[in-house]
């Protein structure tokens, strides 16, 4: 039975290997937002640490004069739609290029319409994704300039995290999705453990590393720490 048992250790040792990687956590999302529109900030909605939900609006620039033109679109739609329904109504006395001249004009209402909408919806800046404001560079009155885009915002998800591992680029195809990975932060002592659920396919070429992924949660991004992935 103790024969058995040493050669059952042996056999492990001789298939199992551990492979020393770095890690640097971040976030599951992350991203730098931004006006595609010069103006005045008007409004600011949040600020660092605000959780916000996907739709959320952060921020807002005055836009009188897009919203104006909203209005003014629609009034236009109106009678364009009005015009358009009688000529329908006497479109056996119309020949067909007049009633196409209002089906015109009808579209062409419709289509300002929707350009207005969107140029007013763009002074308003939206959460792309349930997250955590992580920085903020806008006050209300400032000017803003679309040209190039000016980060005022940046937003993360704030529970899901990752650790992106980096590891000699030789032992590229020995690391497997579903590999352990037990690690440690440089900020303390405990050992966790995680499983690997990405390998990157390319290696990186002035590093000469290979990466690959552990998905974690509640843990602060920017964080660093070394480990070692059990492969056979």
Same mark, same amino acid.
């Given at each position: ?15 199992? &290997? ?7 956590? #971040? ?31 952060? @921020? *807002? ?5 897009? *919203? ?9 739609? =109106? ?7 009688? @000529?329908?109504? !006497? ?9 196409? !001249?209002?089906?015109? *004009? ?15 919806? #763009?002074?308003?800046?939206? @959460? ?7 920085? #903020? ?31 000699? &680029? ?9 590999? #352990? ?24 070429? &002035?590093?000469?590393? @290979?990466?690959?992924?552990? =998905? ?17």
């Amino acid at each position: 039975m103790k024969k058995l048992f040493l050669i059952t250790i042996l056999t492990a040792g001789i298939f199992a &290997q551990d492979i020393y990687a770095i890690f640097n956590v #971040k976030a599951h999302k992350s991203a730098n937002l931004a006006f595609n529109i010069s103006g005045i900030v008007e409004k600011v909605n949040a600020d660092i640490g605000t959780f916000v939900k996907k739709g959320d609006i952060l @921020a *807002k620039l005055k836009s009188n004069d897009s *919203k104006a033109n909203v209005e003014l679109a629609k009034v236009t739609l =109106k009678y364009a739609k009005k015009d358009l329904d009688r @000529a329908k109504r !006497a479109s056996s006395a119309l020949d067909r290029a007049k009633l196409d !001249a209002f089906a015109y *004009k009808y579209e062409a209402a419709l289509a300002k319409l929707n350009l207005a909408k969107a140029t007013y919806e #763009k002074s308003f800046l939206r @959460a792309p994704f349930d997250g955590v404001i992580t920085a #903020k560079y806008l006050e209300v009155g400032d000017g803003i300039s679309a040209m190039p885009p000016k980060t005022v915002f940046k937003i993360e998800t704030p529970n899901d995290k990752r650790l992106i591992l980096e590891f000699d &680029q030789k032992y590229f195809k020995k690391v497997k999705k579903g590999d #352990k990975f037990k690690y440690s932060f440089d900020s303390d002592n405990k050992e966790y453990v995680g499983v690997i659920n990405k390998v990157y396919p390319t290696i990186n070429a &002035q590093t000469r590393k @290979a990466k690959a992924e552990v =998905k974690v949660s509640n843990v602060p991004t920017g964080l660093f720490g070394t480990g070692y992935i059990e492969v056979k």
